[in-house]
């Protein structure tokens, strides 16, 4: 929007005027869908009028935004009155323009929408407001659809810009949403108050927006469906096994695979968290693979079920986290902090977008990013993030992943090609927790990302062990395809949310009386979600658990497998029992019987069976013999 001010101004001198003009002018750009750089500039002579800005934006059910500006001028100097104001707006569907004054009469106005996308308004005060002190308010409203987006689960509201801030002596935004919205989830900047009347009301003051600009986020998660595509060659002479990085749970999401084809030998998950399927190709041969699911995420982190193992790990130099650079030693102990640190890195590094649409993509380096700061995209403010905060002693690793966005002006990543976005993310020492920051989105859209997350970044594969291992999605392709292998959507939250894990059970069909039994356990996880500490329960009646291999299984991905081994021993009675009954139970700590399986082993009559018949009557035979030896011998001595 373009504000234009003509003014004149006044001074007696033998009862001659002169004329003096005046220009005010308001940048007010409002093409957005997600967050577009809508902005609204002030040049104005500060010394000659005070400015009071009250910005409303009212939104209905569907999205719709009835916005008003009461904008009143203070003449500070007696000569000065204004003759003319123009406004340009750009955008869709802008309806219903009126522009009032303080008492709420229409003021004249000449509307040109020649232009495409553009409305230009020219208002005429109906007198001119003339002495120090005096005001002067034009009411201005309009009906325009562009700040609130539905997208999946949530609404998202952005508002324009303000440039030349602290040339408005007064600035309050009023945000009114309706509760069909949801609950309120993500807001940036800090320093907002909230209250609910008829609607949720959020305002900012002129003190708050100078922390940056304004993005609200309504509604509890957001539920994206994908479709990952890869393509595997083996190109040995040997066998080879491949392993495939699928979406995993995080502190953010929760994954339902639903399913894999073709179906992979086994799905694990490393000390990262990542979740790899297993492929093993003979020589020469080449599948494609596809991976469907859902993920539903979430803009607080929520505690997993288990800790990493070792947060030593996540302070390692590595090629691209330089932390044991000097350089890097000094600016980590001098910010020592997360949130410093990422204030840092937002500062030093100036985002290159034209290096994403070159393809030029070579990784820098948290080192290369403080000796190129001007060449920056994403990988780079993640590499800089990660190796101050391990310099500082902050464990802190890479998520690479796709990241919703319509406008990579603002929020950049690459839509047309696989190259995805990367963040990063910190370990909370007191929260138990990886926190998820986005500084590269800070950078570009000035939005607040690392309070909370805007339920729009979807991890592909953690990096902490290994700083480029394993790959995404996206990075399996054949050298010739230009097809899209990450695709991923809006959707409705998954139906089915549990999985039955599956266990075949095996033992020998028959055994000795007192016999060491030997036997085993395969458990299917056939999706859509993890399984998280499955006790293992092995009992029956006369018998008992001497060995088994793991009697806890910590995380059970969908479409992983795991096979455990046991011995069992027997205080069967070899007269009187026939069979051994064991009973397998698989279940989380507090449910010990969620799946239960049942075998019986047949005992084998000691009668029956030919080898221990033939040493039995052997015995007997060698027993008779020998009580007739007795016998004969005690009769001859008498």
Not at 21 to 45: D, K, Q
Not at 163 to 190: C, H, V
Not at 611 to 634: N, P, T
Request: with cysteine; proline share 5%.
């Amino acid at each position: 929007m373009f504000h234009y001010l003509k003014s004149h101004q006044r001074k007696l001198f033998r009862d001659k005027v002169k004329l003096k003009i005046l220009a005010l002018l308001i940048i007010f750009n409002l093409l957005s869908i997600i967050y577009y750089p809508l902005s609204i500039s002030s040049a104005f002579a500060s010394n000659e009028f005070g400015v009071n800005q009250i910005i409303t934006y009212n939104f209905d059910e569907k999205g719709d935004c009835q916005t008003t500006y009461e904008i009143t001028l203070e003449n500070k100097l007696s000569n000065i009155y204004a003759t003319q104001y123009s406004i340009t707006i750009s955008g869709e569907r802008i309806q219903n323009i009126a522009v009032k004054d303080g008492q709420g009469k229409d003021l004249k106005i000449d509307v040109n929408q020649s232009q495409r996308q553009l409305t230009k308004v020219i208002v005429y005060p109906n007198s001119p407001v003339t002495g120090k002190g005096e005001k002067q308010t034009f009411v201005i409203s309009y009906l325009g659809p562009d700040y609130a987006q539905k997208e999946g689960q949530i609404w998202r509201i952005t508002t324009p810009k303000i440039n030349n801030l602290e040339e408005a002596d007064n600035l309050d935004i009023f945000i009114k949403a309706p509760f069909a919205f949801g609950k309120l989830s993500f807001i940036s900047p800090q320093g907002y108050q909230y209250h609910q009347e008829e609607k949720q009301v959020i305002q900012f003051s002129k003190k708050a927006l100078q922390q940056g600009e304004i993005m609200i986020i309504f509604g509890k998660s957001q539920t994206f469906e994908f479709t990952l595509k890869y393509y595997l060659k083996n190109s040995q002479e040997k066998k080879e096994r491949y392993l495939l990085a699928l979406p995993p749970d995080t502190n953010y999401q929760k994954i339902y695979l639903n399913q894999i084809i073709p179906q992979p030998e086994n799905v694990v998950s490393d000390e990262d968290g990542n979740w790899l399927a297993t492929f093993d190709l003979s020589p020469q041969q080449e599948i494609n693979v596809i991976v469907q699911g859902q993920a539903q995420i979430a803009s607080e982190p929520i505690s997993l079920p288990f800790l990493p193992k070792n947060l030593e790990n996540y302070l390692q130099d590595q090629t691209y986290w330089e932390k044991n650079d000097p350089e890097i030693q000094e600016i980590a102990q001098e910010l020592k902090t997360p949130q410093k640190i990422n204030q840092f890195v937002i500062q030093k590094l100036e985002y290159n977008l034209g290096r994403i649409e070159n393809n030029s993509i070579k990784r820098l380096g948290a080192k290369g990013a403080l000796a190129q700061p001007q060449n920056a995209i994403c990988t780079e403010f993640t590499d800089l993030f990660i190796a101050l905060c391990r310099a500082a002693g902050i464990p802190a690793r890479e998520i690479n992943g796709y990241a919703y966005s319509d406008n990579p002006q603002l929020l950049p990543l690459s839509l047309k090609t696989d190259i995805l976005h990367s963040w990063p993310e910190f370990w909370d020492e007191e929260k138990k927790v990886w926190r998820q920051v986005d500084p590269t989105w800070e950078n570009t859209s000035h939005i607040n990302y690392f309070d909370k997350m805007d339920m729009a970044h979807l991890t592909l594969v953690i990096h902490g062990q290994d700083n480029q291992k394993p790959a995404p999605a996206g990075a399996y392709r054949q050298s010739s395809s230009q097809e899209k292998n990450v695709l991923v959507n809006f959707s409705s939250p998954q139906e089915k949310t549990v999985s039955e894990p599956q266990i075949i059970l095996s033992l020998p069909q028959k055994t000795l009386p007192k016999q060491k039994i030997k036997g085993s356990l395969n458990i299917f996880n056939p999706g859509p979600v993890a399984l998280y500490h499955q006790k293992i329960t092995i009992r029956g009646e006369k018998i008992s658990l001497e060995e088994i291999t793991e009697n806890e299984i910590a995380v059970l991905p969908p479409f992983g497998q795991k096979n455990i081994n046991f011995i069992l021993s027997s205080q069967t009675n070899i007269l009187k029992d026939k069979e051994v009954i064991v009973e397998t139970y698989l279940g989380e700590e507090n449910n010990l019987i969620k799946i239960q399986k049942t075998s019986s082993i047949q005992l084998a009559p000691i009668i029956l069976q030919e080898k221990s018949l033939k040493i039995l009557m052997g015995s007997a035979a060698l027993l008779f013999s020998l009580l007739l030896f007795l016998a004969v011998k005690k009769i001859r001595k008498n």
